[in-house]
């Protein structure tokens, strides 16, 4: 039996990041007006960066939902991608600019005031983060969603940002060393820079037909050996030339099924659909594609006669 999907649709998870990503703004915006903390403030404009990327996310995943047409028919799936590598850029942009303003402070800093309501409202907006977080993480590898995995990503980023700023102001408070507060501030923008790039590099990589993921490849070689056959070393069925790609919650095989030339269409054709179907039943969201040959022709693509 089919297990069922969890009640958490990637359109359901990306609406609540944009709930959330309203509310943590709010908090940390409020935690920063009242301390005046450069870390703080950094911590607001990721959250900011949170609201833009859920926003495009949700569009991207409703784009990657359509069906197939005329113009797409493979489909729109690597509309996720689109998101993911949306949210790199976003975030590579609130790094510098977080990195610009806290410069500024390094030179001349300046005291933080209400400490302990600046760092309450922190932690309270990392804690729906998290939360948020854990359920995204959790769907996404369910759904096989890029883009609920990329939010997802970003938002733990925030809850480490959040937890670096709360450190850094805690030990403002008790060396007084107010330098610090810019120095955490430049830390953090570092380390969401880092992510902001690997989510680029994640979504071009889909964009370019990447294989599927090595468990997925395993699969389908287990569920091909079981139709494979021969008889006193003489292959009777075997596969061969397995090519594999993803495009957001799709995958894709290619390959060539060998089989003895005597056989009749009628057989050939029911043994190609007994195969499809056990390799769709093995991979969730998988589309095989099988041409049939004899046993004794080979067929090669993508050499350099091809492209002639």
């Known amino acids: 039996m089919i297990s069922k999907l969890p009640p958490w649709s990637p359109r359901t998870l990306l609406w609540a990041s944009v709930v ?18 450069v870390g703080l403030l950094s911590d607001a404009m990721e959250s900011l960066v949170n609201l833009a990327s859920a926003i495009f996310g949700l569009l991207m995943v409703t784009v990657a939902a359509q069906p197939a047409d005329e113009e797409h028919p ?83 980023t925030d809850v480490w940002t959040s937890v670096g700023v709360v450190i850094g ?55 091909l050996a079981g139709f494979a056959h021969q008889r006193d070393d003489v292959s009777i069925i075997r596969f061969d030339h397995i090519t594999t790609r993803k495009a957001g919650q799709r995958r894709f095989v290619d390959m060539h099924m060998h089989m003895p030339a005597s056989w009749t269409l009628g057989r050939a054709a029911a043994l190609r659909t007994s195969v499809e179907q056990a390799l769709m039943s093995a991979v969730p969201g998988l589309r095989a594609s099988i041409q049939l040959l004899p046993s004794d022709v080979e067929a090669h693509f993508d050499a350099e006669r091809d492209l002639l």
Do not use: C
């Open 20 to 37: 959330v990503a309203i509310i943590t703004i709010t908090l940390k915006t409020w935690a920063w007006w009242i301390t005046d903390s």
């Open 74 to 156: 493979y489909g729109h799936h690597k509309a996720e991608y689109f998101s993911s590598g949306f949210e790199g850029i976003l975030i590579i942009v609130a790094a510098m600019g977080i990195i610009w303003a806290a410069s500024h402070r390094i030179f001349d800093p300046q005291p933080i005031e209400q400490v302990g309501w600046g760092l309450a409202l922190s932690v309270g907006s990392s804690a729906l983060n998290g939360l948020l977080a854990w359920v995204m993480f959790g769907a996404a590898k369910t759904h096989r969603s890029i883009a609920l995995e990329a939010d997802a990503k970003h938002l733990v």
């Open 169 to 223: 102001i805690g030990l403002v408070s008790v060396t007084g060393w107010l330098w610090l507060d810019a120095l955490v501030a430049i830390g953090v923008a570092l380390n969401i820079l880092k992510e902001g790039f690997h989510l680029i590099w994640r979504s071009s990589q889909g964009l370019m037909d990447e294989a599927v993921e090595p468990e997925v490849i395993a699969q389908i070689q287990e569920t």
